[in-house]
């Protein structure tokens, strides 16, 4: 698993730096302390509604507090070595600190969103928590 890891950081970074809205990144730098990287698989993999439902829910991450940024999107296909592409949804969200983090996970809108769709849609989803350096 942990093999894995490195290939999935990589295409969030690349997913990120493609066109997901973010804020712009000087601001991102100086705001976040925390990264939390959401990596999902539908039970209907591919399938465009699904994935567009997902999108837009963690788009309303945004207006929980504590979170300074949210990139969300779709894998990026690639012909590189050790690039995961087989995922449907990835999400990157930034926080000021662990305990914006914590709080996150006790937010309705994010509760909301894990019972209503994640929870229905996802077969698989992976989660990594790091401490920005």
């Not at 302390?33 to 959401?38: A, F, G, I, Q």
């Not at 995961?84 to 662990?98: L, P, R």
């Amino acid at each position: 698993m942990k093999s894995t890891i490195l290939p999935i950081l990589a295409s969030l970074l690349l997913i990120a730096a493609t066109g997901c809205q973010s804020l712009p990144q000087g601001n991102v730098e100086q705001k976040t302390r925390v990264t939390h990287v959401v990596v999902c698989w539908l039970k209907h993999h591919g399938d465009v509604a699904e994935r567009r439902k997902l999108v837009e829910a963690s788009k309303t991450f945004r207006a929980i507090p504590g979170v300074t940024d949210v990139s969300v999107g779709k894998a990026l296909v690639s012909q590189r070595p050790g690039v995961d592409a087989s995922f449907d949804v990835a999400v990157v969200i930034g926080f000021k600190d662990e305990k914006s983090l914590a709080e996150y996970g006790k937010n309705p809108i994010h509760l909301k969103a894990v019972k209503e769709l994640l929870m229905p849609l996802a077969s698989k989803y992976v989660i990594y928590n790091f401490v920005n350096q």
